[in-house]
């Protein structure tokens, strides 16, 4: 327990700690405005001296309104951790997985095009570090331009691919994918070529002198000696998958989907429902990760690199 779960939560607990520490600031201008409604008295006395002051100004100037009512706004500008936990319960478990209220049913639009996506990417990593290794000519000019593309923001590409793709009618599903598997691609690509590159110098002269070619070394040594990088790799991917189908959901102005969610909260000024969106988004993420990694103990143990 104390070398194992009990750092974890006390890592845990501070975090909360520090989260409800920062909702008085956040929320003190609207708490401020809350008690004077409620004719509590409230210092400053004017609503333009609140404008004019931080956050903090004024919770230090009425500490107990500012503590009393940060954690119960309905449109907190920082949402209590309660708050968020509630609104994902209420989402969930208590509405139907058919309703267009439950996150289960927005996160399973989003899903579709990240596995694909998720596809797609990782094919073309591994074909791509393949090429890599075997190439010098795609190792100078093809590596580069991976690395290039990259430096390019996210945000700025997804709506040119949205309306490229729409202009020749190409909707729905597919340039969600392809957001989703340019960003899962670089990180499979560079894993592999350093897996594929692990086998000692010593490894490769004995496939030599077995009279081994360029494709018995590469089923028979190099990917099985990736598996562990690739593996790396794919948990890395699968989270910037889920991240491109996020995005790629914005610019089309959806109503289905965590980026649906996303901008209808941000829309109506609901940043619980936004707070909640985005701790949605972490737990998908984070149960594909998982899956990933139980196919990763699967396969190296019954390859015998892993207990």
């Not at 009990?6 to 845990?12: G, K, S, T």
């Not at 086998?199 to 000696?225: F, I, K, Q, Y």
């Not at 991240?243 to 914005?250: H, K, N, Q």
Request: glycine fraction near 8%; aromatic fraction near 6%.
């Amino acid at each position: 327990m104390a070398h194992g779960t009990l750092p974890v939560l006390v890592v845990i607990a501070a975090l909360l700690a520090l989260w409800y520490a920062a909702c008085i600031p956040m929320n003190a201008q609207q708490s401020a405005l809350e008690a004077e409604r409620a004719g509590i008295a409230v210092s400053p006395p004017t609503a333009a001296e609140r404008r004019d002051m931080a956050g903090l100004a004024i919770a230090l100037a009425n500490p107990g309104p500012a503590t009393a009512r940060a954690f119960a706004q309905e449109r907190p500008r920082l949402p209590a951790p309660h708050q968020v936990v509630t609104e994902l319960w209420n989402t969930t478990v208590g509405q139907e997985i058919t309703s267009r209220r439950s996150l289960v049913f927005h996160a399973g639009i989003t899903l579709g095009p990240t596995l694909l996506g998720f596809v797609i990417g990782s094919l073309a990593g591994i074909l791509l570090a393949i090429g890599i290794v075997h190439s010098r000519v795609m190792d100078v000019s093809v590596m580069p331009w991976a690395i290039a593309s990259q430096t390019i923001p996210i945000l700025a590409i997804a709506p040119m691919i949205i309306v490229v793709l729409n202009s020749i009618g190409i909707q729905g599903l597919i340039p969600k994918a392809i957001i989703s598997a340019y960003l899962s691609f670089f990180p499979v690509t560079v894993g592999m070529v350093k897996g594929l590159r692990a086998p000692s110098t010593a490894d490769l002269d004995l496939m030599r002198t077995w009279n081994a070619g360029a494709g018995r070394t590469l089923v028979s040594l190099r990917l099985p000696t990736s598996l562990p990088y690739l593996f790396a790799s794919l948990k890395i991917a699968v989270a910037a998958a889920l991240v491109g189908a996020i995005i790629g959901e914005l610019p089309t102005g959806a109503v289905r989907g965590l980026g649906a969610r996303l901008l209808a909260g941000s829309y109506y000024g609901q940043t619980v429902q936004i707070w909640s969106a985005l701790f949605g988004a972490a737990i998908v993420a984070a149960l594909l990760v998982m899956l990933i990694a139980g196919i990763e103990r699967l396969t190296l143990r019954r390859m015998g690199l892993a207990r």
